[in-house]
């Protein structure tokens, strides 16, 4: 998993902050679906999703998603739904302010430390 992620990130070329960002929103996800799991390989799919929907909101660039099939080796259609499925999951709660940003650094920063 550390090897696609790896991949994802040199590939797109952006910022570990968008990662952080990315990060950020799968933790939205864990918070409101606490008690779900996932069937084989939901890492990399929640993964892929939250970085794509982080991608096109902080970036401000517009890839289409059929972009990003041989970046992430999916059929875009599959991309699609896990995009929408992500969002459905976080009730498109994509925005991250700047306080919520420096404390879910320091979150992070404490559990690594």
């Given at each position: 998993?550390?090897?696609?992620?790896?991949?994802?990130?040199?590939?797109?070329?952006?910022?570990?902050?968008?990662?952080?960002?990315?990060?950020?929103?799968?933790?939205?996800?864990?918070?409101?679906?606490?008690n779900a799991?996932?069937?084989?390989?939901?890492?990399?799919?929640?993964?892929?999703?939250?970085?794509?929907?982080?991608?096109?909101?902080?970036?401000?660039?517009?890839?289409?998603?059929?972009a990003w099939?041989?970046?992430?080796?999916?059929?875009?259609?599959?991309?699609?739904?896990?995009?929408?499925?992500?969002?459905?999951?976080?009730?498109?709660?994509?925005?991250?302010?700047?306080?919520?940003?420096?404390?879910?650094?320091?979150?992070?920063?404490?559990?690594?430390?």
């Open positions: 998993f550390q090897e696609f992620c790896e991949k994802i990130l040199g590939a797109t070329e952006t910022s570990f902050s968008l990662c952080l960002c990315a990060l950020k929103l799968i933790d939205r996800l864990r918070a409101r679906n606490c799991s996932g069937s084989d390989g939901f890492e990399y799919r929640i993964f892929i999703a939250a970085y794509i929907i982080a991608y096109k909101f902080f970036t401000e660039r517009s890839i289409n998603n059929k099939e041989p970046i992430c080796g999916m059929d875009v259609s599959q991309i699609n739904i896990m995009e929408i499925e992500m969002l459905y999951g976080i009730s498109f709660n994509i925005n991250i302010t700047s306080e919520e940003f420096i404390e879910w650094i320091q979150e992070i920063d404490f559990i690594f430390s």
